[in-house]
């Protein structure tokens, strides 16, 4: 572990007694919850709006704004979200986890909503090892020791990424696309050019013609993403404007033209990340138990669930879904709220 986050191991520690009793109380509150079924059957995509008020906690190198669902006493499920998108892709998710007896927790990435940098100073860096280590920071900063994980896209990098390198601090994890870890090295291999084709962005943004494109055209872009990468999702004009304020956060371009150049090679990261970007230019076996999901609908850049299948040592089921495309929570929320209810039994 870097020494970077020994300043968090030790709050972390300082404050063990009440994670402990946390834990000692979680089993309760689940067993006083809804039961899960119920809740499944209450919840329908697009039936929530929004969370309760935000908050906001200090954590490695950013003041990370986030929201927060159910008992405190629960056992904590922690869901990052994907690009360009944000928290709001779990708000039907959210009160189905929560009723069942779960502490849901849902930070914004670096560079979306009210996250924001500590520093002026600090790289506005999108490697995905940065993103990673933010959520490790995001727990040890909350005191929760160990959570099961969900994510999708960006969000699905970041939780296998922190199952491969902290497996101790995660319980289990459901990962839409599977196994998404990447290095610069395997990126320098050209694709068919079908492949390429759906990747025109990342090309974009090489561009400075793309950043500042992008800068000047952000919600556009964004809408233009969610249709393409979603062709059967009908969502409407105030689900996406309640959506697309996460993208005036004043970090957000420098973040995701860094994302895409990094993983070009056209951009490099920070040295104090370079350990565990060679652990995962490696591709770890990830240990802990999974579900991967895949839309049939995904219409965005995706591997084959059979290419990933061996990335996953401990108990592994994989779950198509049909009528759905990329951003799979906010889609069919019932479904994947399912998939963190059952890997939590494996």
Same mark, same amino acid.
């Given at each position: 572990?870097?020494?970077?986050? %020994?300043?968090?191991?030790?709050?972390? !520690?300082?404050?063990?007694?009440?994670?402990?009793?946390?834990?000692?109380?979680?089993?309760?509150?689940?067993?006083?919850?809804?039961?899960?079924?119920?809740?499944?059957?209450?919840?329908?995509?697009?039936? %929530?709006?929004? !969370?309760?008020?935000?908050?906001?906690?200090?954590?490695? /190198?950013?003041?990370?704004?986030?929201?927060?669902?159910?008992?405190?006493?629960?056992?904590?499920?922690?869901?990052?979200?994907?690009?360009?998108?944000?928290?709001?892709?779990? /708000?039907?998710?959210?009160?189905?986890?929560?009723?069942?007896?779960?502490? /849901?927790?849902?930070?914004?990435?670096?560079?979306?909503?009210?996250?924001?940098?500590?520093?002026? @100073?600090?790289?506005? %860096?999108?490697?995905?090892?940065?993103?990673?280590?933010?959520?490790?920071?995001?727990?040890?900063?909350?005191? /929760?020791?160990?959570?099961?994980?969900?994510?999708?896209?960006?969000?699905?990098?970041?939780?296998?990424?922190?199952?491969?390198?902290?497996?101790?601090?995660?319980?289990?994890?459901?990962?839409?696309?599977?196994?998404?870890?990447?290095?610069?090295?395997?990126?320098?291999?050209?694709?068919?050019?079908?492949?390429?084709?759906?990747?025109?962005?990342? !090309?974009? !943004?090489?561009?400075?013609?793309?950043?500042?494109?992008?800068?000047?055209?952000?919600? @556009?872009?964004?809408?233009? =993403?969610?249709?393409?990468?979603?062709?059967?999702?009908?969502?409407?004009? @105030?689900?996406?404007?309640?959506?697309?304020?996460?993208?005036?956060?004043?970090?957000?371009?420098?973040?995701?033209?860094?994302?895409?150049?990094?993983?070009?090679?056209?951009?490099?990261?920070?040295?104090?990340?370079?350990?565990?970007?060679?652990?995962?230019?490696?591709?770890?076996?990830?240990? =802990?138990?999974?579900?991967?999901?895949?839309?049939? @609908?995904?219409?965005?850049?995706?591997?084959?669930?059979?290419?990933?299948?061996?990335?996953?040592?401990?108990?592994?089921?994989?779950? %198509?879904?049909?009528?759905?495309?990329?951003?799979?929570?906010?889609?069919?929320?019932?479904?994947?709220?399912?998939?963190?209810?059952?890997?939590?039994?494996?």
């Amino acid at each position: 572990m870097s020494p970077a986050f %020994n300043h968090q191991r030790r709050r972390f !520690f300082g404050i063990a007694a009440m994670t402990v009793a946390a834990a000692e109380f979680g089993m309760t509150a689940i067993a006083n919850a809804r039961s899960p079924a119920a809740s499944l059957a209450a919840v329908r995509a697009g039936g %929530n709006t929004s !969370f309760a008020a935000l908050k906001q906690i200090k954590a490695g /190198v950013l003041d990370i704004g986030y929201a927060e669902a159910g008992p405190v006493d629960g056992p904590v499920v922690l869901l990052v979200h994907g690009w360009p998108y944000d928290i709001r892709s779990y /708000v039907d998710v959210a009160p189905i986890l929560a009723d069942a007896g779960y502490r /849901v927790i849902i930070p914004y990435l670096r560079g979306h909503g009210t996250t924001r940098f500590l520093s002026d @100073e600090t790289p506005r %860096n999108g490697q995905q090892a940065a993103l990673a280590a933010d959520m490790i920071a995001f727990m040890d900063a909350l005191g /929760v020791e160990k959570a099961i994980l969900g994510g999708y896209d960006w969000g699905a990098r970041t939780v296998s990424i922190m199952a491969a390198l902290w497996p101790e601090r995660c319980k289990a994890m459901v990962s839409v696309s599977g196994y998404l870890i990447g290095s610069q090295a395997a990126n320098s291999t050209p694709l068919p050019p079908a492949a390429e084709l759906s990747w025109w962005y990342q !090309f974009y !943004f090489a561009t400075e013609r793309g950043r500042l494109g992008y800068a000047a055209n952000t919600h @556009e872009f964004a809408k233009l =993403i969610w249709r393409t990468a979603s062709p059967t999702w009908k969502f409407d004009d @105030e689900t996406f404007h309640r959506s697309a304020t996460t993208f005036d956060n004043p970090d957000h371009v420098d973040i995701t033209i860094h994302n895409y150049r990094w993983r070009l090679g056209l951009a490099e990261g920070e040295a104090e990340y370079d350990a565990y970007e060679r652990q995962l230019a490696m591709r770890p076996i990830i240990t =802990i138990p999974t579900i991967t999901m895949e839309g049939d @609908e995904n219409a965005a850049p995706h591997p084959e669930p059979s290419s990933y299948a061996k990335k996953f040592s401990g108990r592994y089921e994989h779950r %198509n879904v049909a009528g759905v495309g990329h951003n799979l929570p906010q889609e069919a929320p019932q479904t994947f709220a399912k998939a963190i209810l059952d890997v939590a039994k494996f």
